[in-house]
Nanobody, 122 residues
Framework: QVQLVESGGGLVQAEGSLRLSCAAS????????MGWYRQAPGNQRELVAT????????YADSFVGRFTISRGPAKNTMVYLQMNSLKSEDTAVYYC???????????????WGQGTQVTVSS
């Protein structure tokens, strides 16, 4: 089992910055990749960015240049999301995600944190 706990959300003014953190515990050796998703009211959950075991990163187009995903030195225990130049439309609940290995099909499973609220005031 893997558990994820996010922190770092809050209220920030437009053009400000926030850094989200996600702490993973449990069978962290089974983690294939970690990432951040977000969900605004009335919208579907959407990908923000992911980072894999080899430190390969992937961003959804709308976050390139503004958001940066990174991992802590202990690799599969911490992942961060640095968010700069925040806009009111970035207001959402941000969720940490881990894709973990499992022995049965499809061979992996999603694990989610509880989410952290980010509110950007204009």
């Amino acid at each position: 089992q893997v558990q994820l706990v996010e922190s770092g959300g809050g209220l920030v003014q437009a053009e400000g910055s926030l850094r989200l953190s996600c702490a993973a515990s449990g069978r962290t050796g089974s983690i294939i990749s970690m990432g951040w998703y977000r969900q605004a009211p009335g919208n579907q959950r959407e990908l923000v960015a992911t980072i894999n075991r080899g430190d390969g990163v992937n961003y959804a187009d709308s976050f390139v240049g503004r958001f940066t995903i990174s991992r802590g030195p202990a690799k599969n225990t911490m992942v961060y999301l640095q968010m700069n130049s925040l806009k009111s439309e970035d207001t959402a609940v941000y969720y940490c995600n881990a894709k973990v290995e499992q022995s049965y099909n499809p061979g992996w499973a999603d694990v989610w944190g509880q989410g952290t609220q980010v509110t950007v005031s204009s």
